[in-house]
């Protein structure tokens, strides 16, 4: 896009630093096509999806292979699996699946329906419990901890139904997703109101550029309910940014979108993995997978079928059998 950067406000400015990303910037010299997501104005026609094209999504080299923008090269994990098991009953939704996911990658993971897929981002998230294994977050032990103590570790997370708080502004959604506010203490707005109004000011500034650079900033003041289904995902994932994750979980991020927004969500995702972010991504659009992810990784019956490359992963009979009858739906 034109800009070359989104600047909010300084951390010291506030009592209490939102951490993580400070400055998103998007890749420079990339200009939106004509009729695309436009900062500061809503744009009619992410709601007419007869009328738009479809959208080349040109290869993309994660930032951990590309050795830039801060990343670190070496490929170290951010995420460990390690043999993790999710039972409900006699029923094995997860079986000891093991698996890294390197800082700096965009990591696809696929497989049909039925395969384990969101009930092992749960398990991530915190949302359920583990039967066995474990799962560390930079070394640290995310099992066991509550969804709130996962957020706040560094692990962002968006669903596959977006559900934004539809009375409440545009903007508000996005505030209320910043975490740890001191205004949320109630004898802090009696002994020290000055400092939660400097830290709502600075909620304010962050939500704002963070709704502007996922082209939502002519919303703002909107009520969430008048969305698209588009929208309600780039909401979500400027609700997730407020709390500045270092490893984001993306579920089914193109599910029920129309082109023109899936090239702003991609825009975007590319963004801010040039930044260092990480994404873990369930998607069943394979060739957004196929392009956009480096490695892929398979699950079928609760189990890792494979992961490694696209192309080698696209032509292992074992997933063409998964996703042909060899599981089930």
């Not at 990784?297 to 992963?313: E, H, I, K, N, R």
Request: aromatic share 4%.
């Amino acid at each position: 896009m034109a800009r070359s950067g989104i600047r909010t406000r300084s951390a010291t400015t506030s009592p209490r630093a939102h951490r993580g990303i400070g400055t998103i910037s998007l890749p420079s010299g990339s200009s939106p096509a004509r009729g695309s997501l436009q900062p500061g104005r809503p744009d009619r026609s992410l709601r007419d999806r007869d009328e738009v094209a479809l959208v080349e999504l040109g290869h993309h080299t994660p930032a951990h292979e590309q050795g830039t923008n801060g990343c670190r090269a070496s490929g170290e994990a951010v995420l460990e699996v390690e043999g993790v098991t999710k039972r409900f009953g006699g029923h094995v939704a997860v079986d000891r699946v093991s698996f890294r996911v390197a800082a700096g990658s965009i990591t696809g993971l696929i497989g049909p329906n039925g395969a384990g897929k969101t009930t092992l981002f749960n398990l991530v998230a915190g949302t359920l419990p583990l039967t066995a294994g474990r799962i560390r977050l930079d070394g640290r032990r995310l099992d066991g901890q509550a969804p709130h103590r996962v957020l706040r570790l560094g692990v962002g997370r968006t669903f596959q139904v977006p559900r934004p708080f539809p009375a409440m502004t545009v903007l508000e959604n996005v505030m209320l997703a910043a975490p740890d506010q001191v205004g949320e203490r109630f004898w802090w707005n009696w002994l020290r109101p000055g400092a939660v109004s400097a830290e709502e000011r600075a909620t304010r500034d962050r939500a704002q550029a963070l709704l502007e650079f996922v082209g939502l900033r002519g919303l703002a003041g909107q009520p969430a309910r008048v969305l698209s289904g588009g929208q309600r995902r780039l909401l979500e994932l400027a609700r997730v940014l407020m709390a500045g994750p270092r490893l984001i979980l993306l579920d089914e991020p193109a599910a029920g979108v129309s082109p023109l927004v899936l090239e702003a969500i991609v825009e975007r995702i590319v963004a801010l993995n040039r930044q260092g972010v990480t994404f873990l991504l369930i998607e069943h659009n394979m060739e957004l997978v196929m392009r956009l992810c480096r490695p892929v990784l398979v699950m079928a019956g609760g189990a890792l079928l494979t992961q490694g490359d696209p192309d080698a992963v696209r032509a292992d009979p074992r997933v063409l059998d998964a996703y042909l009858g060899g599981a089930a739906p």
